[in-house]
Nanobody
Framework: QIQLVESGGGVVPAGGSLTISCTPS????????MGWFRQAPGKERQFVAA???????YYGGAFQGRFTISRDNDKSTLYLEMRSLTLEDTATYYC?????????????????????WGQGTRVTVSS
């Protein structure tokens, strides 16, 4: 069974930092992109960041410079380092991966292009 399991969520004060992780099982994802999306209560799922199999990174506009996505293919782990967190960053963060490589850079930003999703990890930014 193919699974993506996020971890590292929790409560963090505004202005603080947090790194969340995603560990897949059931297959290797080293040869395909991986991404992070988030969904806040009452809002649509939002693209946060993605990374190609070769390490190229893509960010949603609100996260460039504040969030950093990385991957460790040896450990088969995806990371999202989040800094300068605000109350608006409170959401459930989801890890996602497609079955195959993307040949169109726009696909990185589109949730419908990802086939596998984790259950999410909750991040709450407190005032």
């Amino acid at each position: 069974q193919i699974q993506l399991v996020e971890s590292g969520g929790g409560v963090v004060p505004a202005g603080g930092s947090l790194t969340i992780s995603c560990t897949p099982s059931g297959r290797t994802f080293s040869g395909v992109p991986m991404g992070w999306f988030r969904q806040a209560p009452g809002k649509e799922r939002q693209f946060v960041a993605a990374i190609s199999e070769s390490g190229a990174t893509y960010y949603g506009g609100a996260f460039q410079g504040r969030f950093t996505i990385s991957r460790d293919n040896d450990k088969s782990t995806l990371y999202l380092e989040m800094r300068s967190l605000t109350l608006e960053d409170t959401a459930t963060y989801y890890c996602a991966a497609p079955r195959f490589r993307f040949y169109n850079s726009m696909f990185y930003y589109q949730a419908r292009q990802y086939d596998y999703w984790g259950q999410g990890t909750r991040v709450t930014v407190s005032s």
